[in-house]
Every structure is written in structure tokens, then in C-alpha cells.
């Protein structure tokens, strides 16, 4: 399968903890964001990357949120020291892009977190 | 700061009906807005995507407009069949950025 796929896809964790999720995108893909869904909402954007450099990041992204992309592939987001107000959807797009162009973003499975 | 608006939030209907699905934008500056699925617990599955300078697409049964001007867009479902159950979300990527502003869904249900 060549979509973007996303790993765990669960992850129950108590408050407090740490959590890293991974995202490998669509492989021709210089672009990759993460976005995060609460029940009944739309997605809101987290952060963003094109290749290895993290461009954007949105005012939702605390201290305690981090992201990388070390080699411009595959991506974690790690949640230290997580709340129960973390417990959300988190999802991976990818999208091929230049700095006007197309840019149609495709969506991995999403990791469901729960924070006990 | 774009918001987007999805109305009605929740539609029922029978198998077979033609059905319109709205969304607005609050800022008329926008590379180009995207349609979406999304099956309950699931992620998103792009279903259009129309470039601001584009009136219109179209993918089978599923046609989408846009009036950039106006800061709106509706998604057409010919025949809707029990399938199409799910939840629709728009979404604009506005200009000068690479990111989405999403609405909050269109919840579908579609009975046999």
C-alpha cells in the first residue's frame, strides 16, 4: 500500500506519560503536516514540514509537543507529560508541493490517543 | 483569521435523493479548497480538490462548486446510495499558506 500510513493506530496512556506516534508518508511527498481532531470537530493544523525543515507551527503546539522529520521521510510527534485534554485524533498528511502549486494533502488512519 | 462553516451540521435522507452539502469561508483568499470523507474512527479521504481559479470538479456521482468571490462551496451527490454514509468535511487552504482551516462536518446518513 502506498497511502500514508501511521503507527500505533491506539495508544492508552495515564497522565503524565510520554507518547511518540510515527507517520510515513506518501514516498514522493516533500511535505508532511499533522493535524489533531476532537470528537465533533474538524481537523486543526499542529505543524507542518517540507523535507527535513519544520516550518509552521500552530499556537495549539505547546511545550510539551514535539515534532521531527530527521531525514526528510518518515515523521514522530511526541506528547511528554500528556493531559487528559491531549486525548484526541492525531493525523498525518503528505502532499507533494512547490510554493504555489497543487498541493492536494492525502491522510493516514490517524493514532487514536486516550489519556487516562 | 479564515473560519469555515459547514451547513447543516447533521442530514438524513432516503436512498436515491440528489442532496447539497454547503460550506462558506470567511476570506475569499485561497489557493484552493478540498472535499473530504471520513468514516466514523477513521481518517480522511480526499474526494475533490478545486483550484481557486476553477468554477467546478467533478468525480463520478460527486460534483463540487466554487464561488471563490462569495467564500463558498457546495458539494453535489447524485443518487445517493446507504455508502455514502459518512462525514464530509471541507477544508481551504488559504493564501500565502500550506496548511488547511477545516470545517466542523457535514454528518450524512443515508438509509436504504
Known amino acids: 500500500d502506498t497511502g500514508v500510513s501511521q503507527d500505533p493506530r491506539h495508544k492508552i496512556t495515564k497522565r503524565g506519560q510520554n507518547v511518540t506516534f510515527r507517520c510515513d508518508p506518501i514516498?514522493?511527498?516533500?511535505?508532511l503536516y499533522w493535524y489533531r481532531q476532537t470528537l465533533g470537530q474538524g481537523p486543526e493544523f499542529l505543524t507542518y514540514?517540507?523535507?527535513?525543515?519544520?516550518?509552521?507551527k500552530s499556537r495549539l503546539l505547546s511545550d510539551r509537543f514535539s515534532a521531527e522529520r530527521p531525514k526528510g521521510s518518515f515523521s514522530t510527534l511526541e506528547i511528554q507529560r500528556t493531559e487528559q485534554g491531549d486525548s484526541a485524533m492525531y493525523l498525518c498528511?503528505?502532499?507533494?508541493?512547490?510554493?504555489?502549486?497543487?498541493?492536494?494533502?492525502?491522510f493516514g488512519p490517524g493514532t487514536r490517543l486516550t489519556v487516562l | 483569521k479564515q473560519e469555515v462553516t459547514q451547513i447543516p451540521a447533521a442530514l438524513s435522507v432516503p436512498e436515491g435523493e440528489n442532496l447539497v452539502l454547503n460550506c462558506s469561508f470567511t476570506?475569499?483568499?485561497?489557493?484552493?479548497l478540498q472535499w473530504f470523507r471520513q468514516d466514523p474512527g477513521k481518517g480522511l479521504t480526499s474526494l475533490l480538490l478545486?483550484?481557486?481559479?476553477?468554477r467546478e470538479q467533478t468525480s463520478g456521482r460527486l460534483n463540487a462548486s466554487l464561488d471563490k468571490s462569495s467564500g463558498r462551496s457546495t458539494l453535489y451527490i447524485a443518487a445517493s446510495q446507504p455508502g455514502d454514509s459518512a462525514t464530509y468535511l471541507c477544508?481551504?487552504?488559504?493564501?500565502?499558506?500550506?496548511?488547511?482551516?477545516f470545517g466542523k462536518g457535514t454528518m450524512l446518513l443515508v438509509s436504504p
Open positions: 498528511a503528505s502532499s507533494f508541493g512547490l510554493s504555489s502549486s497543487y498541493n492536494e494533502q492525502f
Open positions: 514516498s514522493e511527498h516533500n511535505r
Open positions: 514540514f517540507q523535507n527535513e525543515a519544520q516550518l509552521e
Open positions: 476570506d475569499s483568499a485561497i489557493y484552493n
Open positions: 478545486i483550484q481557486s481559479s476553477q
Open positions: 477544508a481551504v487552504r488559504p493564501g500565502g499558506y500550506s496548511t488547511l482551516t
